[in-house]
């Protein structure tokens, strides 16, 4: 179904029109007819801005098949005009689709436009879902058809994508969305086949809407496209479409794994300077393992962007997947069960048994837990003074660090690697972040957790002398592999060790904190200071409270 606005994302998409949020209808210019219930027949002022607005859309007023008076236009593309209107018949707004066919195109086009405008209709009509738009009627205009459907008050995916990415769980639950409205139309016989951003509309109440089945393949209906062409969007084509072979709901599944991709990292994954660049990238590229979303939705993502479709997962498992991504995180352990676990400063602990809880109110339980973990970890809480986050897409992790440090990231272009790191201007201090990705991993280089890659790295140092941090062989190490991330298993090692500058060794200690998430992938944060010196208990400071902080997307 087409959807309610916009403007068209390219000139090699011609049924595909972006969302813009409604807005009030432009005042008619004065010369414009009364009709009952019309905003413009009251006496108003008319500016400027709102007389060249109306002036462009010259069918404002217009009454459509006896009963839909157009108001205003929400957008429109290659096959039509999108106008919000109202339903003087019922009293409601509704979208009304207007076919827009060049003139100079031969009859047959013409005539396989305006019915592929009837199959959106009939396509959309037949499924029962409430993420497909309502289709309420097809009125005949001087035997074109205008599509009338509901009016969905928001914006489309793509618009918000220009304002930035989003998060797994809310990009999980969009898809689970998008895959209901799929599953209803596959269930029926109908392949959409122009799954994109721009298509996907975010409605009231958390509503998301799959429109625009103008070009949708109803099963037993004879194709409307000529022999070897297709029509669509490049970049969200499945690759079995561009080689001509027959799609079915695997090629939609394709479309919403570019989709989530693009949702997640900012960038379709396929897109290229020009139609036919992108239509090879579809076919042969592999594109960068997705660096935002991990854990199921990667998975989802990673799986449907298979370029054999019988290796996809169907959409039972992208379901179970996405429902496992969209579930809010469990709770974090009571703060109770957290003063079990840590040791009081004179070394005794702290017990709360099960008979004090019965007795005591659990706020002041509460507020003396919190009490005593701000002694025992100062950085427990708010930030030190003086200290920023800054979320790090790259390596999909928060970092903490001192405001006025400075940060090194690669230069994409030649490097693939995922790190930042952030210095001092003094260069005495560093906070390092490194993520190694499970996807990327061919060579089998990550350990099987993050105690066994702390102590790889040990045989790393003892062996060969080197690890980037510029050390002798036999570096004196503290390792801790009981150490914990939000509850999980983690790692620490401390590295002391001298330089090999030999105009001026220099002692230097290191923090490493290990981390292996849920999906395979390694964490490294290293902070490195000077060993001796003023600087040593200041770079200790850092490395707690950056350790303290660091926060990942996905664990």
Do not use: C
């Not at 009030?24 to 500016?47: C, D, E, F, I, L």
């Amino acid at each position: 179904m087409s959807n309610n606005g916009g403007v068209p994302h390219g000139a090699d998409e011609p049924t595909s029109f972006g969302l813009q949020p409604p807005r009030p209808a432009a005042p008619a210019p004065p010369s414009a007819v009364p009709y009952p219930g019309n905003p413009y027949a009251a006496p108003t002022q008319v500016v400027p801005e709102q007389q060249a607005r109306a002036a462009q859309d010259p069918g404002t007023g217009r009454l459509i098949a006896g009963r839909y008076r157009l108001l205003a236009k929400l957008g429109h593309g290659g096959m039509g005009t999108v106008w919000r209107a109202k339903d003087e018949t019922v009293d409601r707004e509704v979208a009304v689709k207007e076919p827009r066919v060049p003139d100079h195109l031969p009859e047959r086009e013409r005539s396989n436009a305006f019915e592929r405008m009837r199959r959106e209709a009939r396509a959309a009509a037949r499924l029962d879902h409430p993420a497909v738009v309502n289709v309420h009627d097809v009125a005949v205009v001087d035997g074109q058809p205008w599509i009338v459907m509901e009016l969905v008050q928001g914006r489309s995916l793509g618009d918000a994508l220009q304002e930035g990415t989003l998060g797994v769980r809310e990009a999980a639950r969009v898809g689970l969305e998008v895959l209901g409205a799929l599953e209803a139309a596959h269930a029926a016989g109908v392949l959409h086949r122009d799954v994109k951003p721009d298509n996907v509309l975010l409605g009231r109440h958390d509503r998301v809407v799959l429109t625009d089945f103008g070009i949708a393949q109803i099963e037993g209906e004879t194709s409307l496209t000529d022999t070897g062409g297709f029509v669509g969007s490049p970049e969200y084509i499945a690759p079995e479409r561009v080689l001509g072979q027959r799609p079915g709901p695997a090629s939609d599944l394709w479309s919403l794994g570019v989709v989530l991709y693009t949702a997640t990292e900012g960038v379709s994954p396929f897109r290229r300077s020009n139609t036919p660049a992108t239509l090879q990238s579809v076919l042969n590229s592999t594109p960068a393992a997705p660096a935002s979303a991990s854990g199921p939705l990667a998975e989802v993502i990673n799986g449907l962007l298979d370029k054999d479709p019988s290796r996809r997962p169907d959409a039972d498992r992208v379901r179970r997947l996405l429902e496992e991504a969209a579930r809010p995180p469990a709770p974090a352990p009571t703060q109770v069960a957290q003063v079990t676990q840590v040791a009081s400063p004179d070394g005794k602990g702290v017990r709360v048994g099960r008979k004090t809880l019965l007795g005591i109110g659990a706020a002041v339980v509460a507020a003396a837990v919190a009490a005593y973990l701000v002694i025992a970890d100062p950085f427990a809480g708010p930030l030190p003074d003086g200290w920023k986050k800054t979320h790090e897409k790259d390596v999909a992790a928060t970092l903490a660090v001192p405001k006025d440090y400075q940060a090194s990231r690669p230069d994409r272009s030649s490097d693939k690697t995922h790190w930042v790191t952030y210095t001092d201007w003094s260069g005495s201090i560093w906070v390092g972040l490194t993520l190694s990705r499970k996807v990327e991993d061919a060579g089998k280089q990550i350990k099987g957790s993050a105690a066994a890659e702390m102590y790889a790295d040990n045989d790393k140092f003892k062996e060969s002398g080197e690890y980037a941090l510029n050390m002798p062989e036999g570096p004196r190490t503290s390792t801790d592999g009981n150490a914990a991330y939000d509850g999980k298993p983690a790692a620490q090692n401390t590295v002391s060790y001298t330089t090999t500058d030999s105009q001026n060794p220099r002692p230097r200690e290191v923090k490493i904190f290990y981390y292996k998430s849920s999906a395979g992938d390694m964490y490294k944060l290293t902070i490195s200071y000077p060993g001796k010196g003023d600087f040593t208990a200041r770079g200790r400071e850092v490395a707690k409270a950056a350790i303290a902080n660091l926060d990942i997307d996905k664990l």
